[in-house]
T-cell receptor
Framework: IAGITQAPTSQILAAGRRMTLRCTQD?????MYWYRQDLGLGLRLIHY???????GKGEVPDGYSVSRANTDDFPLTLASAVPSQTSVYFC?????????????FGPGTRLTVL | GQNIDQPTEMTATEGAIVQINCTYQ??????LFWYQQHAGEAPTFLSY??LDGLEEKGRFSSFLSRSKGYSYLLLKELQMKDSASYLC??????????WGAGTKLIIKP
């Protein structure tokens, strides 16, 4: 693994189903983030984690949950998917102790909820 | 509320210069970022400004005026591969990034 990976690449999901989007980074970054990107809108933060074992709510957390059991993994779970959660989801990570603390992004997961 | 404004779309000619503006109103300021995002891909980091002035990095430069809540990204010697969306983001008082909707830059030969 080099950098940050996400799985699946894309998914079509029936409304009401449970879904977990996976995110793994190998850069030993302390902070990780989940965003959704919708046409005409900026990236919106769903949840974040500043260090393993801690998580926080972003701008649009409703309907989503996260966990951070270790440094590398930061899964995002939709407990009961709804059509308004159709979006492109990006996971990102950053080293808050280094440089500008810029965020590095995974390739994204395109999710369609029908 | 917090707000980042940038033009939705701009068109420029290959070899020319283009300036993409960004204005912001946020609760606190801890730096401004520019990212590039090609269609269907992830955003990638371009530049960072935290003090007033110009930061130059090759063909790309970024300017910041904190008193005016204003930044611009300047792209010189445009190439076709520069066709992408350019995202402006401000780190607020909670150290979270607030993102603009992005400017889609179309380069014509």
């Amino acid at each position: 693994i080099a950098g940050i990976t996400q799985a699946p690449t894309s998914q079509i999901l029936a409304a009401g189903r449970r879904m977990t989007l996976r995110c793994t980074q190998d850069m030993r970054h302390n902070a990780m983030y989940w965003y959704r990107q919708d046409l005409g809108l900026g990236l919106r933060l769903i949840h974040y984690s500043n260090t393993a074992g801690t998580t926080g709510k972003g701008e649009v957390p409703d309907g989503y949950s996260v966990s951070r059991a270790n440094t590398d993994d930061f899964p995002l779970t939709l407990a009961s998917a709804v059509p308004s959660q159709t979006s492109v989801y990006f996971c990102a990570s950053s080293d808050q102790l280094a440089g500008h603390n810029e965020q590095f992004f995974g390739p994204g997961t395109r999710l369609t909820v029908l | 509320g917090q707000n980042i404004d940038q033009p939705t779309e701009m068109t420029a000619t290959e070899g020319a210069i283009v300036q993409i503006n960004c204005t912001y109103q946020t609760s606190g300021f801890n730096g401004l970022f520019w990212y590039q995002q090609h269609a269907g891909e992830a955003p990638t980091f371009l530049s960072y400004n935290v003090l007033d002035g110009l930061e130059e990095k090759g063909r790309f430069s970024s300017f910041l005026s904190r008193s005016k809540g204003y930044s611009y990204l300047l792209l010189k010697e445009l190439q076709m591969k520069d066709s992408a969306s350019y995202l402006c983001a401000v780190r607020d008082s909670n150290y979270q990034l607030i993102w603009g909707a992005g400017t889609k830059l179309i380069i014509k030969p």
